[in-house]
């Protein structure tokens, strides 16, 4: 009698166990769809909708900023209106927009924080605490012209941010010398010039005269697809306007009359080092026969500059990625924003400039830098293309003519190139530990 007793004990209690456990799944499902009326498809799942309410969450928690609570699941991605339903579920009460306007509002702070220290701190003259070495044709006109809109880079126009002071004979002058192009900066400013020869000049003792000079400097070296930036420098050469430049590429009308005539001797003067290498070590040997293709016929360069591999030794035999940034050109063109990101971190300075601040130009589909502001931020502004254009402030029109379609090079050149530099590519990501899609 008492074995029955428990038995219709424990049945009832499983009976009842079950009962509740259908009314949670019940309860579950009909919460889904109440709280997440605007998720449809897989979302209306109640698993679904607890998995999108916990990756907003890590991804508010986590992120520096906000383009970054765009959270992506298996199969769909969820929307503005996905996260605000599932951040409030968990408490979190700030949607997008306040949030980016409450990051616009700290940043003005910092600003007006930097410009009250200005006027109380006048600077004097300084060496400069940022040093862009390279690569011409790359981007680093862009760099550095971006960079200038941060209220603490300072940048010596007078010479448009090129010093070209190592590598020649300024250099016997001193830091005084070189201290004189730089404006007057405070503790909290930097100076910064950028030089694209410093990189691939045959001059050896350019990065440890940097150092010397410089100990404290960082370097950024923008590099790029040496193919694309050897046609671009083509177009650069044969649009200056001064006598040796215009004598210099006179003979030559097409960039495939370049290539025909220069390529075959590049091929001469690196087939000489490999017969006499096992390696691409760069020594005073190889760095000969680059002086060669480099210097003394000046329209190789556009050819050998693009031999990275070769360049980048001795950079690294000074310098390592504490000091040393190497930016991929081709990244920065497609994704300006996060690489100016990028290059606040490494340079240490407040991150003031935002991927927010850039925006593509109508016109040519390259990034112009406009400042974020609460008045983009309002739903009911709505923009033409005629104010778009106005607020932009984008690079000199002269840049990304071979980037943008205006300048053409026969597909069979531009192949040619690409084979030629092909294998110096593939050791240039092996010295550096990156590989770059160069096609």
Request: proline share 4%.
């Amino acid at each position: 009698m008492r074995c029955r007793v428990v038995k219709t004990k424990t049945v009832l209690f499983v009976t009842i166990f079950l009962m509740f456990a259908s009314m949670a799944i019940s309860f579950s499902n009909i919460f889904s769809k109440t709280a997440f009326g605007t998720v449809t498809g897989q979302y209306e799942d109640a698993l679904n909708v607890r998995q999108i309410g916990n990756l907003v969450y890590e991804n508010i928690k986590h992120s520096s900023n906000d383009s970054d609570f765009l959270v992506k699941t298996g199969v769909n991605t969820v929307t503005p209106e996905h996260r605000t339903s599932a951040g409030s579920l968990l408490g979190y009460k700030h949607t997008y927009s306040e949030t980016l306007q409450t990051r616009l509002k700290e940043r003005e702070l910092k600003i007006q924080e930097i410009i009250g220290f200005k006027q109380t701190h006048p600077g004097i003259k300084q060496l400069p605490k940022v040093i862009g070495i390279g690569v011409k044709k790359c981007g680093t006109d862009g760099v550095i012209r971006f960079l200038g809109h941060h209220p603490l880079i300072k940048i010596p126009w007078q010479v448009q941010s090129e010093v070209n002071f190592f590598g020649s004979r300024n250099v016997i002058r001193g830091r005084n010398a070189y201290r004189a192009y730089f404006p007057p900066t405070n503790r909290m400013e930097l100076g910064m010039e950028k030089t694209p020869t410093y990189f691939n000049h045959p001059d050896l003792s350019i990065p440890l005269s940097i150092k010397n000079m410089v100990p404290m400097a960082k370097l950024l070296l923008i590099v790029c697809d040496p193919t694309m930036r050897s046609f671009s420098d083509y177009v650069h050469e044969k649009t200056r306007d001064d006598l040796f430049n215009r004598r210099l590429m006179a003979k030559y009308d097409t960039f495939e009359d370049y290539v025909k005539d220069q390529l075959p001797k590049a091929r001469r003067l690196l087939k000489y080092i490999k017969s006499n290498r096992t390696s691409f070590k760069n020594d005073l040997i190889t760095q000969s026969v680059l002086g060669q293709l480099l210097f003394k016929d000046p329209a190789a360069a556009l050819i050998g500059t693009g031999l990275y591999i070769y360049h980048i030794q001795r950079w690294k035999k000074v310098y390592n990625e504490s000091n040393l940034l190497i930016i991929d050109g081709e990244n920065f063109r497609e994704n300006t924003g996060h690489v100016i990101e990028q290059i606040q971190d490494f340079i240490g300075i407040p991150k003031l400039l935002w991927k927010e601040d850039f925006v593509k130009n109508p016109d040519t589909g390259f990034y112009c830098y406009r400042k974020l502001t609460e008045k983009y931020l309002n739903q009911s502004y709505v923009e033409n293309e005629d104010e778009l254009r106005a607020s932009l402030k984008c690079l000199p029109k002269g840049k990304g003519r071979t980037r943008n379609g205006a300048k053409h090079a026969s597909p069979e050149t531009l192949e040619m190139l690409r084979q030629f530099y092909k294998p110096y590519n593939e050791a240039f990501y092996d010295e550096i530990g990156r590989k770059y899609n160069w096609i």
